[in-house]
Structure formats: C-alpha cells, structure tokens
Nanobody
Framework: QVQLRESGGGLVQAGGSLRLSCSTSRSIFDYTLMGWYRQAPGKQRELVASVTRAGTTNYAGSVKGRFTISKDNAKNTVYLQMNSLTPEDTATYYC????????????WGQGTLVTVSS
C-alpha cells in the first residue's frame, strides 16, 4: 500500500511559482519527520525542506527564503510552496517520511517532475 503520493509538478517560467502536495494514506501525526527531497539529472538526491511533528522546519541554503514547507492536518497533506523559481530548481521532487513504526527506515513517494524554463 502506497503511503505517500506527490502531485503539483509541471513546467513553469523562471521567476514563477508552484505548490507541490504530498498526500498521506494515514494521519500525518503518525510521522515524527516529513520532508521534500529533489534529484536533478546526473546529480545526487538532496534534502530541500523538512518539518517535524512539532512543526520545526529546516531548509537547504539554496531554497531558504524562496520555499516554504507546511502541513494541513485535516487533509493529511504536506505542501511545498516554491517561489522565485530558477532553472537550477529543475528536478524530480520526492516526498519523504520517517517510518512511523521503524524509525530507522524511510518512506518515499513516487516523485513529481518540476521543470523551470529560462
């Protein structure tokens, strides 16, 4: 059973905005840590933003001030609002969560592609 599903990726112009969504099959309160990673072609997957169950956020330096991670508890959904996009933000974005039962394991979504044109 798939636990995480991303949506909202697409093609946008440089300087534009997108909002990614990660819907969960269980309550987001089950997860102690959730976040977004991205992987560009030929590059290693990297952390973009994360949020704890308590609401503490963390951002990669390259997106700080431009991206915002947030949660909607009623919808069991985590969002990534991306503003002032540049071609360097082009990547496949993955939702991530720490397994609610086995804390040393990770849960991943299938990914959603974001392409920023120059």
């Amino acid at each position: 059973q798939v636990q995480l599903r991303e949506s909202g990726g697409g093609l946008v112009q440089a300087g534009g905005s997108l909002r990614l969504s990660c819907s969960t099959s269980r309550s987001i309160f089950d997860y102690t840590l959730m976040g977004w990673y991205r992987q560009a072609p030929g590059k290693q997957r990297e952390l973009v933003a994360s949020v704890t169950r308590a609401g503490t956020t963390n951002y990669a330096g390259s997106v700080k001030g431009r991206f915002t991670i947030s949660k909607d508890n009623a919808k069991n959904t985590v969002y990534l609002q991306m503003n002032s996009l540049t071609p360097e933000d082009t990547a496949t974005y993955y939702c991530h969560a720490r397994d609610p039962v086995f804390s040393d394991l990770d849960v991943w979504g299938q990914g959603t592609l974001v392409t920023v044109s120059s």
